[in-house]
């Protein structure tokens, strides 16, 4: 390990911001002029939304599942077993849904865009596109930035939907519930807000794994094994970012909505 | 480029006999000592400047500096007579359409075909598609690589590489072209293919160019032959002839220790000089 002077420490976190910052704006400031590149976000579409379909079914699935086992454990006590589906459907539609997807997909597509956006720019392709004419955040980070938010968006709704039949399978199958009342519950218990704040959070997901991934791929320097170390940060940062501001939208949606 | 053929202010510019390239004390550092110190010359018009100077002195980073992928901590920099420092991020693209480049590794993108790596700035030109093949093909056909059109850069060699990146520069027919070491480790034989491409290049389009190498056989042999479109071939100029487009830039530690004829270099008095070049 290397000791830097506090000074200097500083100083390159505040540089990193401000480049993270200015890498944000502008690849949010290119989607309102031209060329955009339509056919790349198409295809980072399909590379982020169908290629993360798999994992986000899983885990959201299974989440589902040993939701309602350790609920049925807790409510039991109170002779209150019916109140599994409010409880799995509350629990994955409003934080475990939206968390456990950007996390996963974080943990996919943060590091997937990291490690290509890095080995371009150490194999100088970052250079070329740019002595070609191509400016490389509007060629290759804004359309990862709105293929990740708009498929994280409806990931997250998969990922919900088959955490709440997780947990109705689970109830159904092993805790001998009715399903009729699992899917009631758990429907009734849902208020606008719920929902709301579960839909926003991906949003946020979204942005920071682009970002992200895309900042740390296009700083990297030093060979190959730049490269893998820009991957993990990216992933690291990626994941703290979405948890911390999945814990600030909370808060948010507790002012707006009351719960 | 056949645009630029037609761009007035260009057809204006190259016949003002202003430098293609200046730089007026240029410095950039990294972490460390200044990389380049005050780097001052000029690229005239059909010159082809040839950059010599051990590895690290900064030779990549001018060739850099000067198509504005990297900003000089002092000093200005003129590309077709206009400072680099002045120009807004739009113009410095508009500049670099007219700039042509070949990276030290080739930097051919790897999720690209050949025919669309070759293809790349004409289609963000927005060129009709039944031009760009035209035109690729023309191109690949300049780098005797027509046959490797379907390949990836991964299923190419080294040599193959470079030759498509030279393909990738000339296609839009540029002003200025800048090679940066494109027979670095390349073998003998395959270096003189390339050496031979860019004679041929040189000859045939006249265009002004700017040429990193290692390797001071090569830079000779630019000097010493020509391109022959009866034969197609690369000679040597007779009577021991040299080309008179042909200029030497040296560096050595982030300075500038010859700029000049070939003539001129060879009988340099400068004993670090001599040194080098034996
Ligand atoms: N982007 C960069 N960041 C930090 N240092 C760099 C960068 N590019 C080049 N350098 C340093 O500048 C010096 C000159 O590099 P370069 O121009 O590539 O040398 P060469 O003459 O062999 O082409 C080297 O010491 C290199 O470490
Ligand atoms: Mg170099």
Not at chain 1, 225 to 242: M, P
Not at chain 2, 104 to 118: G, P
Not at chain 2, 215 to 225: E, K, V
Request: aromatic fraction near 8%; charged fraction near 20%; proline fraction near 4%.
């Amino acid at each position: 390990m290397r000791f830097v002077s506090p000074e200097a420490y500083v100083k390159s976190i505040v540089a990193s911001v401000q480049d993270y910052s200015l890498l944000c704006a502008r690849a949010v400031g290119d989607l309102f002029s031209r060329p955009r590149y339509v056919a790349d976000m198409f295809t980072q579409m399909d590379s982020i939304g169908a290629g993360s379909l798999p994992i986000v079914v899983l885990t959201g699935f299974f989440t589902g599942c040993v939701l309602a086992l350790q609920a049925a454990v807790s409510l039991k006590e109170f002779g209150a077993v019916n109140m599994t589906g409010e409880l799995v459907t509350l629990s994955m539609v409003k934080e475990l849904g939206p968390v456990l997807t950007g996390l996963m997909v974080s943990g996919r597509n943060a590091s997937g865009m990291a490690s290509e956006l890095g080995s371009m720019k150490v194999s100088e392709q970052i250079d070329a596109m740019r002595a070609l004419g191509t400016d490389p955040i509007r060629k290759l980070v804004t359309p990862r930035l709105v293929a990740t938010v708009v498929m994280l968006f409806f990931l997250t709704i998969i990922s919900d939907a088959c955490g709440i039949a997780g947990g109705a399978f689970v109830s159904v199958a092993m805790l001998k519930l009715n399903a009729a009342t699992f899917f009631h519950t758990g429907y009734m218990s849902l208020a606008h807000g719920d929902v709301v704040e579960g839909l926003v959070k991906p949003l946020f997901s979204g942005f920071i794994i682009a970002t992200v991934g895309c900042y740390y791929g296009l700083r990297t320097t030093g060979g190959t094994s730049g490269v893998g170390k820009s991957t993990t940060q990216a992933v690291v940062a990626s994941s703290v970012f979405i948890i911390l501001t999945d814990f600030l939208v909370t808060q948010l949606m507790i002012g707006f909505f009351g719960r | 480029m056949a645009e630029s053929v037609l761009n007035p202010l260009m057809q204006e510019f190259l016949s003002s006999g202003k430098p293609m390239v200046e730089f007026k004390d240029v410095s950039i550092r990294f972490d460390g000592p200044a990389v380049l110190d005050s780097i001052n010359f000029a690229v005239m018009h059909g010159e082809t400047r040839i950059l010599l100077g051990p590895a690290g002195c900064g030779k990549s980073v001018l060739m850099k500096l000067a198509n504005g992928l990297l900003e000089p901590d002092s000093g200005e920099i003129f590309v077709f007579g206009r400072s680099l420092g002045e120009m807004t991020e739009t113009e410095i693209f508009e500049m670099r359409a007219h700039v042509g480049m070949v990276f030290q590794e080739s930097a051919l993108f790897d999720s690209l075909s050949v025919e669309n790596n070759v293809a790349y700035r004409l289609c963000e030109e927005h060129v009709a598609p039944e031009t760009i093949h035209a035109r690729v093909i023309e191109a690949l056909q300049f780098v005797e690589l027509e046959k490797a059109i379907d390949k990836f850069p991964s299923e190419l060699s080294g040599g193959m590489r470079r030759r498509v990146s030279i393909a990738r520069a000339i296609i839009s027919q540029p002003d200025l072209i800048l090679y940066d070491s494109p027979t670095g480790g390349l073998d003998p034989i395959t270096s003189n293919t390339i050496i031979e491409l860019i004679v041929k290049q040189r000859d045939v389009s006249h265009t002004t160019c700017l040429l990193i190498t290692h390797r001071l056989q090569d830079a000779f042999t630019l000097a010493t032959h020509r391109y022959d479109a009866v034969q197609q071939k690369m000679v040597s100029i007779p009577d021991g002839g040299i080309d008179p487009g042909t200029k030497f830039l040296v560096l050595n530690e982030g300075k500038i220790v010859f700029d000049g004829t070939t003539l001129e270099l060879t009988h340099t008095e400068n004993p670090w000089l001599r040194r080098f070049i034996e």
